[in-house]
């Protein structure tokens, strides 16, 4: 499966006209580029340009109500709940950070929990927001059910990602990681690639270890049992019930306080429901913020120069892949794969957009297999 | 390697005496002896008994100061930082959590970050003394470096354990776990058993997979290398960068934000520099508690009821095993190893204790073999 490299400009004119077309305000739909171009920027691929077909498919379904505002439904000074009444999820994670950052900075901290929204991306972009303005951000989502709790072989919980982000220099801290082994979009790229995902990722409707992403997420899809695994593997010896703790508490702050919808209940009978969770933080409520900062900056850099394993050049601290990958997409632009570009251009045409604007003469080299 | 069950009344008188021998008041034994039996009641040996000797042996070198009081260096609404000046970690984390409590119920969010602490005993404890008031409650703390990061062969963070606890009936939400695929009190057992660890758990100075418990927590005791792989194992490929995340978070609540030792500097040269974090949330900021508390019922019980795997019997929620446990322990008694009881003795001997009347003519089968 081949990759074709476009430059970030191009991908995102290309966003910011698609959304507009979609109906989206200008600055709605610089938010919504935002995320998804952060996730290309970071080498995330799978929730970046190969995300877009979910929301072309979730618009046109009616899953996402372009015209609909996020309601703030409960707030005190340190909290809030948030209706997305089904609008696009970047644009009510957006404004829930926001709220979140602001209360942080007032009196400290500020949590706002959401219900009813839709896909927003990747958490950590949220997480990042708080990190911009000198606090400690959370985010979380639950998510269409796809992580099987230990001894089950339903799906109950979504990949559950957990995004936390804090200041410091040279690489902030930047830690995005679904609850599950691996997040379901990595199963898709698998799938595009139409080659086989590692043993201890994901398992088949009768709770079997399975290397076949499509028929993984053909059982996602049609609600047919299976799913990922959460982190630790699918028994207690390595700590699967861990993973699946994690996953317990993005339910916590995302469909629990928010009364919203848990994963096994979301994306079904043409409703969306997924629940967000934000906290941010203020380091300034706990000493001098930038002593702390210095603080942390020498633990970083004392991970980062620690000993190496045999053969191993490098020890990362979380956030550092994601800073050189910024660097290369500047360098080089962002991979596109092939399949992608198909899924870009079937929805250009359906916007009626100058597909030969952005992607010239592109000709496939295979069959795109779809899941939206 | 025998294990001798004994009256959970009769251990609490012991850890009773025991305390106020080593110098504490009786409102301070009572919290100390309350932590420690607490893990026992959970059926989480490693905590509980068997850390006696840990306790001991801090006092008796100094590590920890029986007179030292908690100091509240840093407070705001919903914040404080805590100096525990070597205190015992039970009740530097129990003023901390008290504190964070107080602070939930009144402004619906506290946040405590302690430095200069010792081990204070299983995290969890704290997270359910907010579940107790109705609160969200979490606690973390970090220790002596036992996980070695990705990619590297010296331990650079603690067994970084993660807590949280919520109410639900009939088994309220707790999930206290390490944030390496298992903690240094399981290896402790495994060398008390004299039994080989599974792989996956540890590795040798050279960071190459090791079974031998000994050897693990000889090169951890010494600083020579090796220790505890993160949650997801010591590759990418199943997340080992996401329990190296985790334990981060752990550093973040602790030691970075109370401007504390990270692990790889605590527990040297006499000094302990042990860090936790605690947070409380109160619900009743979000909406109505017992709503909230009902709607998180509801989703506990789905996933218990959700289908199992082939052959397993039963999915549990976080919380499930510990209630059983405690029923167990209240109908036979607390399990204890016979090398922890020869440590008790050992301990009650160096006290002045009456031994006979707790343990009558224990006599053990094997040697001990002690890292303290």
Chains 1, 2 share one sequence.
Not at 41 to 63: A, C, N, P, T
Not at 122 to 145: H, K, P, V, W
Not at 270 to 292: K, L, R, V
Not at 344 to 370: R, W
Request: with cysteine; aromatic share 10%; net charge negative.
């Amino acid at each position: 499966m081949a990759y074709i490299n476009y430059s970030r400009e191009l991908l995102d004119k290309f966003c910011m006209e698609a959304f507009q077309k979609f109906g989206f305000t200008e600055p709605e739909a610089r938010i919504i580029s935002d995320v998804l171009l952060m996730s290309d920027d970071f080498g995330i691929e799978s929730h970046g340009m190969q995300r877009l077909v979910r929301y072309h498919k979730g618009i046109e379904s009616g899953l996402i109500h372009v015209d609909a505002k996020p309601e703030v439904v409960f707030e005190t000074p340190i909290s809030a709940v948030i209706d997305g009444h089904s609008g696009m999820g970047q644009l009510i994670g957006h404004k829930a950070m926001e709220m979140a950052i602001e209360k942080a900075k007032t009196v400290g901290v500020g949590i706002v929990t959401v219900r009813n929204s839709n896909h927003y991306g990747i958490a950590g972009y949220y997480a990042r927001m708080a990190m911009d303005q000198g606090l400690i951000g959370f985010s979380c989502t639950n998510s269409e059910a796809i992580m099987v709790p230990t001894f089950g072989k339903k799906a109950m919980l979504g990949s559950n990602p957990l995004a936390w982000s804090a200041p410091a220099d040279p690489y902030p801290f930047f830690f995005d990681a679904s609850t599950t082994v691996v997040t379901r979009g990595k199963l898709e790229i698998y799938n595009k690639k139409q080659a086989p995902v590692p043993t201890g990722w994901a398992v088949n409707k009768l709770g079997a270890s399975s290397n076949d992403a499509s028929e993984v997420l053909g059982n996602i899809k049609a609600h047919e049992g299976g799913g990922i695994v959460p982190v630790g593997g699918d028994t207690e010896l390595l700590g699967g019930h861990k993973g699946y703790g994690y996953g317990m508490i993005c339910e916590l702050f995302s469909s629990i306080l928010s009364q919203g919808m848990t994963s096994a209940h979301t994306m079904q009978n043409g409703f969306s429901g997924i629940c967000h969770g934000f906290m941010a933080i203020n380091p300034a409520f706990f000493g001098d913020p930038e002593a702390i900062k210095k603080h942390f900056e020498v633990y970083l850099e004392e991970l980062r120069q620690s000993p190496k394993a045999d053969g191993q050049p490098r020890i990362y601290t979380h956030g550092e892949k994601e800073m050189e990958a910024i660097k290369k997409v500047q360098a080089e632009g962002i991979p596109v794969n092939e399949n992608t570009v198909k899924e870009m251009i079937e929805m250009a045409n359906y916007l009626g957009m100058d597909v030969k604007a952005y992607f010239g003469d592109f000709k496939s080299t295979s069959e795109v297999k779809s899941f939206y």
